[in-house]
């Protein structure tokens, strides 16, 4: 770790000098000017450098962050803060230092990984087809482009999901294409059906396209067929919107029998299913999509923001053939076509071999964190696989659910409510989902994880370790 040389003047009644966090960042700026510190240097982390210099970790989180402002320091995300190089360009754009602070639990995102390197790569491939670039910054068909498209379903088809490049369509990522399918083949006031927990993204975007949506009760593997045909008499809903890999937030897979069951419920009642299959990618071993089992009832979503980069915002579509020209004509009006840039770079990335390197570094690197869930959680009620980015924990009845969520928050710990998962009108269950992809290290996941098990060890009406 290095060790800066840097002399703070504190504020006396006689003398006020300037605030600590600015004395940090001049004294920076000053060593970057003397040379003392080069270009891709390392700076000490947060904790360190508060240490050192006898002062709060936040004082040195405000010094880096006006360090940033400088355009002297760059922070990297999971690798921490470096001296800028020179020649930066003045778009750059640098993540929040505020991951050193906080264990944030919340988010669905893939662990961090490196691929700036095969993204230059991938670049540099594209660059090498001017006449292609050129043909890329032209409008298209909304579908995609035809050669992209097959690059891509072909490599899907070896994950074993039947994806056919004359029927699939691009979308922005799993959201776009939830958007579009709601305002495909929804109209205000129509009832759907969702899973009794589910992804908050449907919800707020089924909100907006004022449905209403109706839930069907779950069990570990999913919707419960019982429940499901009740409902279909009940609202003969227009659709089936569930996530049968990796359910969000329970994780829960519907086994083989399930989903034949569910399926033939919707085809009873002439319900549109929607598998969202975001997550589809990430088990090593699943049973078969419900796109493969019945293509003409099954509209099936998937991307790739789990198994490579969200910030590619690449997701497709594939929809019975009788809906495929409402889909063409809504992506039409939403956005006239996804960047072929976008697919371009996919389908490099697909091609070299990285975009399997990537899936396997995220496989191995969500077990190791699920190991260290199942030794810190274990003992509670958590719903978890090995290849899941999230955690479903049921609380202990001693704790209230928001309570839990605040004193999580108030010792540093971010995780999600069961209240954003759960559609209006149905009954909240007791439970957290923890996003344990989310935080950069190892270390700072199980940092959290520790001080949950603590928590959970605890009554708080009692507060004493149980
Ligand atoms: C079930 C589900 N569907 C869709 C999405 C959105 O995916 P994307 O980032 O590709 O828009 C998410 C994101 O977490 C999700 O969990």
């Not at 504020?11 to 966090?21: F, G, I, R, V």
């Not at 962050?65 to 760059?74: D, G, I, S």
């Not at 003045?90 to 919340?106: D, F, K, M, P, R």
């Not at 899936?359 to 509670?380: A, E, M, P, T, Y």
Request: charged share 20%; aromatic share 6%.
């Amino acid at each position: 770790m290095t060790i800066m040389n840097i002399v703070l003047t504190p504020s006396t009644e006689s003398h006020k000098s300037d605030p600590l966090y600015r004395q940090i960042a001049d004294a920076i700026e000053q060593q970057i000017t003397s040379g003392e510190l080069s270009a891709g240097h390392k700076l000490p982390t947060h904790r360190a450098l508060a240490e050192q210099l006898k002062v709060t970790v936040g004082t040195v989180t405000r010094a880096y962050a006006e360090a940033e402002r400088r355009e002297l320091v760059e922070a990297r995300v999971g690798a921490g803060t470096f001296v800028c190089q020179k020649d930066s360009p003045s778009w750059v754009y640098n993540y929040s230092a505020q991951e050193e602070e906080a264990c944030n639990l919340g988010h669905n995102i893939p662990p961090c990984i490196d691929r700036a390197e095969m993204l230059k790569e991938a670049m540099d491939n594209l660059s090498r087809h001017p006449d292609q670039l050129n043909q890329m910054m032209l409008y298209h068909d909304p579908q995609g482009l035809e050669p992209h498209r097959r690059v891509i379903a072909h490599w899907l088809q070896t994950k074993g999901l039947d994806i056919d490049p004359e029927r699939m369509h691009f979308s922005s990522g799993g959201q776009h294409a939830v958007q579009l399918i709601l305002s495909a083949f929804c109209r205000q006031g129509d009832t759907l059906l969702v899973e009794q927990v589910t992804y908050p993204g449907f919800l707020s975007l089924a909100r907006q396209q004022q449905v209403s949506v109706k839930p069907v009760e779950l069990d570990h593997e999913g919707i419960i067929p019982a429940s499901l045909e009740a409902a279909c008499r009940q609202y003969q809903p227009r659709m089936l919107y569930c996530t049968p890999t990796l359910q969000n937030p329970t994780t829960a897979t519907m086994g083989e029998q399930r989903r034949n069951e569910i399926l033939a419920i919707c085809r009873r009642y002439q319900v549109l299913l929607v598998e969202d299959d975001v997550n589809g990618l990430l088990p090593q071993q699943r049973p078969a999509p419900m796109l493969n089992l019945d293509p003409e009832l099954v509209i099936h979503i998937g991307g790739l923001s789990k198994c490579l980069a969200p910030g590619l915002r690449l997701g497709y579509i594939q929809v019975p053939q009788n809906l495929q020209q409402r889909l063409n004509t809504a992506l039409h009006n939403h956005s006239l076509m996804i960047s072929p840039l976008l697919t371009g770079l996919a389908c490099e990335l697909i091609q070299k071999g990285d975009a399997d390197r990537v899936l396997q570094q995220i496989h191995h690197d969500i077990s190791l964190r699920q190991q260290l869930v199942s030794k810190h959680l274990g003992k509670f009620a958590i719903q978890h696989t090995p290849d899941s980015f999230h955690v479903w924990l049921t609380l202990p009845e001693y704790w209230r659910l928001s309570d839990f969520v605040s004193a999580a928050e108030q010792q540093g710990v971010i995780i999600k409510s069961a209240e954003m998962f759960t559609p209006p009108g149905a009954t909240i269950p007791p439970a957290v989902r923890l996003a344990i992809s989310a935080p950069f290290t190892h270390k700072k996941l199980e940092q959290g994880l520790l001080i949950l098990a603590e928590l959970l060890q605890k009554d708080p009406m009692n507060d004493f370790a149980l």
